[in-house]
C-alpha cells in the first residue's frame, strides 16, 4: 500500500526501566513520549509502560486515557513554541533520555485546487521543525547508547507518491525525513541512533478512524523495529512492519 487513505479530515494528533546510575546520582532514564495523549502517542505510553520502562507523556493537554495509565505527564508543552523546548528541557533536566519519540503531528487535507497557505504552515511546523527543535533543545539529556525515533509517514516520500493530493502533510513529512538523516548524522558520534518511521494505515483520530490497522498492532512493530535499530542501521526510514523505505 502506498499513500494513506484518502478522505481524511482535520486532526491534530523505551524499553528501558528506570534506574540509578553507578555514581548513585538520582538519575532517571527515561523513554519521552511526545503528542502522548491519544492515538498512537498513547499507545506508546501503554506498551512502554507495560514494559516496565519509566515513561514521560508529553502533550499539550493530558486526557483522561493518558491519566488513567499512571505515567509522568508533562502537560503545557506546545511543541511548535519555542519556549516550550526549553521549558521541557528544563522539567527534565534530572533524568537521563535512553529513547526519544516524537509523535506529535498533525494532517490537514488538501488538494491542488485548495490549498491554504495557513495550513500548509501550520503542519510543516507541527510536522517538522518541532521535532527538530525539540531534539535539539533535549539533546543534552540524550545518554549515551540513546535512540531518537521520529514518527513520520510514508506520504513524505517522494519515490512511493503515486496519488498526489497532501499537499502540505506530503511537504511536512519530507522536511523531517531530511532533518532526520542529518541528526543520524550528528548524533552517531555521540553513540545516538535514530530512525525514521511510518506507522502504517492506523485507525486513530488524526485518520478519522479509517486506517486498516489498528494503533496496537502498529506500535507493537514500531517498537520492534526501535528495538532492532543500532548505530550501524541509524538513519533508516522504516515501515513498522519492517519494510525499508524509499526516500
Not at 502533510?169 to 555521540?190: E, F, I, Q
Not at 506507522?199 to 496496537?216: E, H, K, L, Q, Y
Amino acid at each position: 500500500m502506498g499513500d494513506l487513505i484518502p478522505g481524511l479530515r482535520e486532526q491534530a494528533t523505551g524499553c528501558y526501566p528506570s534506574l540509578v546510575d553507578e555514581r548513585g546520582r538520582g538519575t532517571m532514564r527515561i523513554a519521552v513520549v511526545t503528542g502522548a495523549n491519544r492515538g498512537i502517542g498513547l499507545e506508546f505510553v501503554r506498551q512502554l509502560k507495560a514494559r516496565g520502562t519509566s515513561v514521560v507523556a508529553v502533550c499539550r493537554k493530558s486526557s483522561p486515557e493518558l491519566d488513567a495509565l499512571g505515567v509522568r505527564v508533562e502537560a503545557g508543552i506546545e511543541v511548535t513554541e519555542p519556549q516550550a523546548w526549553s521549558q521541557l528541557a528544563a522539567r527534565l533536566a534530572g533524568d537521563d533520555i535512553q529513547l526519544l519519540i516524537q509523535n506529535a503531528g498533525v494532517l490537514l487535507a488538501d488538494s491542488i485546487e485548495e490549498i491554504d497557505l495557513d495550513k500548509v504552515k501550520k503542519q510543516i511546523e507541527i510536522n517538522a521543525i518541532a521535532p527538530l527543535f525539540l531534539t535539539r533543545a533535549l539533546s543534552p539529556r540524550l545518554a549515551t547508547g540513546a535512540k531518537v525515533a521520529l514518527v513520520t509517514s510514508r506520504m513524505g516520500s517522494i519515490g512511493d507518491n503515486g496519488s498526489g493530493g497532501y499537499y502540505g502533510y506530503r511537504m511536512s513529512k519530507a522536511a523531517l525525513n531530511a532533518a532526520g538523516v542529518s541528526l543520524a548524522h550528528d548524533l552517531k558520534p555521540r553513540g545516538i541512533a535514530v530512525v525514521l518511521l511510518h506507522p502504517g494505515a492506523v485507525r486513530t483520530g488524526m485518520t478519522g478512524g479509517r486506517g486498516m490497522i489498528g494503533a496496537d498492532e502498529s506500535v507493537r512493530g514500531l517498537l520492534q523495529r526501535i528495538d532492532e535499530l543500532r548505530l550501524e542501521t541509524t538513519g533508516r526510514f522504516l515501515h513498522q512492519n519492517g519494510e525499508v523505505l524509499p526516500w
